[in-house]
């Protein structure tokens, strides 16, 4: 717990430190200690939606995807593998990070307590991109970004500008889920891709 706690405090000032390379917290600790059978690659650290602009901005002259998600949405988890699986296709060209709202900010389980469960999930999907636990409550991270609900995906373009948020706002009559990495978000991040050539 003590470590988790100096990781928050210290995790602004790592990550504006840092120079970013293939994974921006090579340096920190993660949240979880890997056993011998986890891929040493999948990291979890904790982080606020501040952390991930931060990255964002730090990544310019790439396309960036943003999944937010949690462990308690079945949606998020069935689209979850295509962002590993851009990330694998795409690792050069498209920053793929994945941000965690399990934290729902009830004080007897802090935002450590859902770590464990998050990075089983990471290791299970061999989630070698970025990944961020948020250190800031669920409903907070969705009134600060006026999210209705997950799952959703922000694609920034080469210059770090917002390009196109996937979300439920996107739902239309007669389709079950609003967007899919399948048929929205991989020809969209193909098409940019097509565009920066």
């Known amino acids: 717990m003590f470590r988790f706690m100096l990781l928050i405090l210290a995790f602004p000032l790592l ?76 690792g050069e060209k498209v920053v793929c990070i994945s941000f965690n709202v399990d934290y729902v900010g009830i004080k007897s389980k802090p935002a450590a307590t859902y770590a464990k469960k998050v990075e089983q999930f990471l290791q299970k999907h061999k989630a070698t991109c970025t990944n961020i636990l948020s250190t800031m409550p669920s409903d907070e991270i969705f009134q600060s970004l006026e999210l209705p609900s ?21 739902l239309v009559d007669g389709k079950e889920e609003a967007f899919t990495y399948r048929d929205d978000i991989n020809p969209f991040v193909e098409k940019l891709l097509a565009d920066v050539k």
Do not use: N, Q
């Open 15 to 90: 990550l504006a430190g840092s120079e970013l390379s293939a994974s921006p917290f090579a340096d920190e600790k993660p949240v979880v200690e890997t056993s011998k059978v986890d891929d040493p690659e999948v990291r979890l650290t904790a982080g606020t939606w501040k952390d991930v602009e931060v990255l964002v901005a730090k990544h310019a002259g790439r396309i960036v995807v943003v999944d937010v998600w949690s462990t308690s949405c079945l949606p998020c988890m069935t689209e979850f593998p295509h962002l590993v699986a851009m990330h694998r296709k795409h």
């Open 150 to 170: 997950i799952p959703a995906a922000y694609v920034y373009g080469t210059d770090g500008k917002l390009l196109k948020r996937f979300d439920d706002s996107l």
